[in-house]
């Protein structure tokens, strides 16, 4: 089975630019969660999808920041404008709903702002 | 709310001998799930083992076993027989049974495990 697949692996982008990132989770996973990694913060959770619907965004830094779950497979991340503050791995990851589950994740988008 | 501690930033091991990572965790929950994760210097993020709160049995996978203590909110991992291949960096983290927020998973700060020849 496919895992988690993120697009892109990295980019390089320069501030005020719009970055969009994306996620097919796998098949039959009902959530998915939209993690963050810096050295300063450590992993972050920014948004975490249940059903399709946003359950909890308070980790979303601010309005710069969008997420969006179309679909049971597919979900985006949307940086407009990015800041160089923004650089980060982004992950993206999905399990089923249940305290059992592990979740799986992607392998990342190393996003740069310059 | 759910947090998660691990109070060694940084281990060392020789090859072939056992290591423990400790993480301790609080939560209001009575029912939830720990996971322990490694993270190479690739950078993907691999489960390696959970934990459920009522399980009986300390879990094992292979070389990883957990240490849980439930009273002592304490769920260390112990990697037996070291191999090279371990260094990384190793994350606790927790999965509520509370709708909501608690069903995220809530990440320690990492334990860097550098295994020496």
């Known amino acids: 089975d496919a895992g988690v697949i993120q697009s892109p692996r990295h980019e390089v982008t320069e501030m005020g630019q719009e970055v969009t990132l994306r996620c097919k989770p796998i098949?039959?996973?009902?959530?998915l969660f939209w993690y963050r990694q810096t050295m300063m913060r450590g992993l972050e959770l920014l948004i975490y999808f249940n059903n399709n619907v946003p359950i909890d965004d308070s980790g979303m830094p601010e309005d710069r920041f969008s997420a969006k779950m179309p679909n049971a497979s597919f979900s985006t991340l949307k940086i407009q404008p990015s800041e160089p503050r923004d650089s980060a791995v982004y992950f993206c990851?999905?399990?089923?709903?249940?305290?059992?589950?592990?979740?799986?994740f992607g392998n990342g988008t190393r996003l740069t702002v310059t | 709310a759910q947090k998660i501690t691990q109070t060694q930033p940084g281990m060392f091991v020789q090859e072939k001998e056992a290591v423990t990572l400790d993480c301790t965790y609080d939560?209001?929950?009575?029912?939830?799930?720990l996971f322990w994760y490694k993270q190479p210097s690739s950078g993907e993020m691999i489960f390696l083992i959970y934990?459920?709160?009522?399980?009986?049995q300390n879990a094992t996978e292979g070389r990883y076993s957990l240490n849980f203590q439930k009273a002592r909110k304490s769920a260390n991992l112990v990697i037996s027989a070291s191999q090279l291949g371990d260094s990384a960096m190793y994350f606790c983290?927790?999965?509520?049974?509370?709708?909501?927020?608690?069903?995220?998973?809530?990440f320690g700060s990492g334990t860097q495990l550098t295994v020496l020849p």
């Open positions: 939560t209001s929950d009575q029912s939830y799930g």
């Open positions: 990851a999905s399990s089923r709903d249940r305290e059992r589950s592990p979740l799986h």
């Open positions: 983290a927790m999965r509520g049974i509370s709708s909501g927020s608690a069903r995220q998973l809530t």
């Open positions: 934990q459920g709160s009522y399980d009986e």
């Open positions: 098949s039959g996973h009902n959530s």
